[in-house]
């Protein structure tokens, strides 16, 4: 410095090593593989609208003709299963689901009509051979509810489903992601966490009861009860 100037400035150039050069790709590789998945499945939802359009227009006619009591209930059961495909598009926020973190909407829905629904999307796959269970194996669902009144005006359902299944059961390995003990899960083992999940938001839970020759899941739900008056 000379005079108040100055006359001279020392650079320090520091280089990244080669460890964190190469840490600094894989993630950037990283972003755009993701980037690339989010791309595919934005343009897979839209694809997939288009169809289930059609299956909503041509049930909405279907409403307007002269329909038997069967074919009534038939398409009821349409109904609940093509809500559900329309909400599983609309949540892509998986990770929300996986860590639990999601408000659940409330509805009002019948029992019977929302167990049908859901007992008919695995018909077509239980006239093949069912995953963990043996040959002409059996799997049965009961059902069980009991009811308790919280005042005058609160009414809580507790619903117990037990769904079992010969066989030696489901792997461990898959137990294991479903109670989220193992990070890296598998397409079923995320199915099995985000069920669980949304059950624990119902103030629920799932276990999984293994015996000689047959195994059970035991699913649990806390819900609210419509209190109907009598007239």
Aim: one cysteine or more; charged letters at 20%; hydrophobic letters at 40%.
């Amino acid at each position: 410095m000379k005079g108040g100037a100055v006359t001279g400035v020392f650079c320090f150039l520091q280089l990244p090593s080669q460890e964190l050069q190469q840490a600094l790709h894989v993630q950037k590789l990283s972003e755009q593989t993701a980037m690339k998945r989010l791309k595919a499945l934005a343009y897979l939802k839209t694809q997939i609208r288009n169809p289930l359009s059609g299956i909503i227009f041509s049930r909405k006619m279907m409403e307007d003709t002269e329909l038997g009591p069967e074919q009534k209930r038939l398409l009821q059961t349409s109904t609940m299963c093509q809500r559900q495909f329309s909400k599983i598009l609309d949540d892509s926020d998986l990770d929300s689901l996986i860590e639990g973190y999601m408000d659940l909407e409330m509805i009002e829905f019948t029992f019977n009509v929302v167990l049908v629904a859901s007992i008919s999307q695995v018909m077509m796959k239980s006239t093949e051979k069912i995953n963990f269970t043996p040959n002409e194996g059996q799997v049965t669902v009961a059902a069980s509810l009991t009811k308790d009144q919280l005042g005058q005006s609160v009414h809580l359902a507790h619903l117990k489903l037990r769904i079992t299944h010969a066989g030696g059961g489901v792997p461990e390995a898959l137990l294991s992601q479903m109670f989220g003990t193992d990070g890296d899960a598998s397409e079923e083992g995320i199915g099995l966490l985000i069920g669980r999940k949304l059950v624990k938001l119902m103030n629920g839970d799932v276990q999984y009861l293994r015996e000689a020759d047959r195994s059970t899941f035991i699913i649990t739900i806390e819900l609210a009860a419509a209190n109907r008056s009598r007239n």
